[in-house]
């Protein structure tokens, strides 16, 4: 499984920005899939996680919302984020995991990761 994680950038406080995770590789061994984001200095958080085959709405928490497209073999998964802060500033990771994973929080779960993809809030 390989993961490209992408629309990182800069963006005033306030504003948005969407991120893009694609998958591809075994995606048929995928079971769940999750963003986390580290800021400097910090660990690793997790943002929010969906289930690859079983959820089939989008999943909001706060100004976050997680989104997935696997039609036409698109596969990719993605990052809705809305009224930006500066302590959003982080780099942003895309992971996959072939579990149906309980603790979704726990980056151990994970067993793929996307690059990362930097986005900075200014104020």
């Known amino acids: 499984v390989q993961l490209q994680a992408s629309g990182g950038g800069l963006v005033q406080a306030g504003g948005s920005l969407n991120l893009s995770c694609v998958v591809s590789?075994?995606?048929?061994?995928?079971?769940?899939m999750a963003w986390f984001r580290q800021s400097p200095g910090k660990e690793r958080e997790f943002l929010l996680r969906?289930?690859?085959?079983?959820?089939?709405v989008d999943i909001a928490k706060g100004r976050f919302t997680i989104s997935k497209d696997i039609s036409n073999s698109k596969n990719q998964l993605f990052l809705q984020m809305k009224n930006l802060e500066p302590e959003d500033t982080a780099v942003y990771y895309c992971?996959?995991?072939?579990?149906?994973?309980?603790?979704?929080?726990?980056?151990?779960?994970?067993?793929?990761w996307g690059q990362g993809t930097l986005v900075t809030v200014s104020s």
């Open positions: 969906m289930r690859w085959w079983h959820d089939v």
């Open positions: 992971a996959a995991s072939t579990f149906l994973v309980d603790d979704a929080a726990s980056d151990r779960m994970y067993e793929h």
């Open positions: 590789g075994d995606i048929y061994s995928i079971r769940t």
